[in-house]
């Protein structure tokens, strides 16, 4: 098993800031990928960013590519979400996941296995 838990969402004017945090415990060693998804209501949940803890590799969508990083400390067993340059389309509910069966580009959602609660991001124009 693994947990998860989201912080660091809140609201903020476009151009704005703002960091996500994922605090992961249990089983994650063994999970092939993580990554951050968002879901805005009447729309599919979305890959945003991801790792493959296997090589260390990054990926992101394209919408958020220049404006999104995603990070982890591993002394701290927490991945990050930083955001830049925040537009009102990314409003959305931000989850963190794990997964013991995804593979890069790990952004399908399908693919993971461990979900956090969500964290609400709210951009303002």
């Known amino acids: 098993q693994v947990q998860l838990v989201e912080s660091g969402g809140g609201s903020v004017q476009a151009g704005g800031s703002l960091r996500l945090s994922c605090a992961a415990s249990g089983y994650t060693y063994v999970s092939n990928c993580m990554g951050w998804f968002r879901q805005a209501p009447g729309k599919e949940r979305e890959g945003v960013a991801a790792f493959y803890t296997g090589g260390g590799s990054t990926y992101y969508a394209d919408s958020v590519k220049g404006r999104f990083t995603i990070s982890q400390d591993n002394a701290k067993n927490t991945v990050y979400l930083q955001m830049n340059s925040l537009k009102p389309e990314d409003t959305a509910m931000y989850y963190c996941?794990?997964?013991?069966?995804?593979?890069?580009?790990?952004?399908?959602?399908?693919?993971?296995?461990?979900w956090g609660q969500g964290t609400q991001v709210t951009v303002s124009s």
């Open positions: 996941a794990a997964g013991h069966r995804s593979y890069p580009p790990c952004l399908a959602h399908y693919e993971y296995n461990y």
